[in-house]
């Protein structure tokens, strides 16, 4: 009876690529969607992520996200460092500066600055260079999109110069760190390096990275900090996620991104339920045979649920592989900007999941009129 069920929906050929179409169209739309916005999302935490050796993130209370910074004054290092529980602090600068390159144009450029002996917060994965090199006179290291972006066509190498407030900067190392969400090229180097190439204020401080001890839970030294600092510290995972949220709350994408995943829903419901449904009525009369033969009810549905199964299963497989191959082929031309796609697993699960509903809602629409069909209505 799977035979013969199969063979009745890809009888028909129009109908049959309807229904596909239908459903392809919408776990394409639905997928490539999702993965923007999760990828956008994943972007606004990329140095978060990026930082390497750090369980904490110290900063005042009123910062909101990573990009929402209010310098803190140096007491507070040695506040933090105090803390029992505390194993290591050290400073971080995070800020923007406008480069001068030698051809005379201008590029505004996202600076990192690290703690002069630990490197504390450095890049994980070196592509040119070493991180020692970060010691040497003016040295700073570049990440490989944003070399790309300032440099297109040309190779990587190292010994390239430009003006950061008036300070030469020479690139000693690109490294591989995560598009952000700003895009702006990410630049790595020393603390006190990092205050010559910023603006001069009377508080620098950005961030305080530490080291919780091995023994001491991260939630209760969090905590410690706070009642003993007055500074909010959180985690990596805990700083991303109040990041993340922030961009929820305070932007559009959530609301942008949910609408185009919902009509692309309710479109491929439509075309997928309005084109089973017809292509039922248009086996009516099968359907009447088998049950004239003594084939029941029971029996009946199954046939119809095994097509809009076999259906659907077909329609997400080719709507899910789109979505990664639009994916891959961004990824592959997209050398300058940074990717924004990104296909977690709980997307091709939430897709997976929207296309049974859409299935479900289809084949119910279509069981109505097989249940109450009478086979001798078929020999009329």
């Known amino acids: 009876m799977i035979w013969i069920a199969i063979r009745m929906l890809t009888a028909n050929r129009g109908k049959y690529y309807a229904i596909i179409f239908g459903i392809a169209f919408a776990c394409m739309m639905m997928s490539q969607q999702a993965s923007i916005f999760v990828g956008l ?7 978060i992520r990026d930082i390497q050796g750090a369980d904490l993130w110290i900063m005042d209370r009123s910062v909101d996200f990573i990009d929402d910074i209010t310098p803190l004054s140096d007491n507070a290092l040695y ?3 105090g803390v029992p529980g505390v194993a290591w602090a050290q400073r971080l600068y995070k800020g923007t500066s406008r480069a001068q390159f030698p051809d005379g144009n201008y590029k505004t450029l996202l600076v990192l600055g690290l703690d002069d002996q630990s490197l504390v917060g450095a890049p994980a994965k070196m592509l040119v260079g070493s991180l020692a090199d970060l010691r040497r006179p003016d040295a700073v290291v570049i990440d490989q999109l944003g070399y790309r972006y300032l440099w297109p066509g040309e190779p990587f190498e190292t010994g390239r110069t430009f003006e950061m407030n008036d300070h030469r900067a020479q690139v000693v190392g690109i490294c591989l760190a995560s598009p952000t969400f700003q895009t702006l090229p990410v630049i790595y180097t020393r603390y006190s390096l990092a205050l010559n190439y910023a603006a001069q204020e009377r508080r620098v401080l950005s961030f305080i990275l530490a080291k919780a001890e091995p023994d001491v839970p991260i939630n209760e030294v969090c905590n410690r900090i706070f009642q003993q600092t007055g500074l909010l510290a959180l985690s990596n995972e805990g700083f ?7 961009y929820m709350r305070r932007t559009g994408i959530p609301i942008s991104v949910g609408t185009t995943v919902f009509l692309a829903f309710i479109i491929g419901a439509a075309i997928a339920a309005q084109t089973f449904y017809l292509f039922t009525l248009g086996n009516l009369k099968q359907f009447g045979a088998l049950k004239a033969m003594g084939t029941s009810n029971l029996r009946i549905i199954g046939m119809v649920v095994v097509q809009g199964l076999f259906a659907g299963a077909i329609g997400y497989a080719l709507g899910l592989g789109a979505a990664c191959l639009i994916e891959f082929i961004m990824r592959l031309r997209m050398t300058t900007i940074p990717p924004v796609n990104f296909m977690a697993w709980q997307i091709p699960v939430g897709t997976a999941v929207a ?14 009129r097989v249940i109450v069909l009478e086979p001798a209505a078929v020999f009329k």
Not at 240 to 246: F, P, Q, V
Not at 355 to 368: C, D, E, M, R, W
């Open 41 to 47: 999302m994943r972007n606004t935490t990329s140095q």
């Open 240 to 246: 991303a996620w109040r990041t993340i949220w922030y």
């Open 79 to 81: 506040q933090v460092r």
């Open 355 to 368: 296309v049974g509903i859409i299935i479900a809602g289809s084949t119910l629409a279509s069981l109505y």
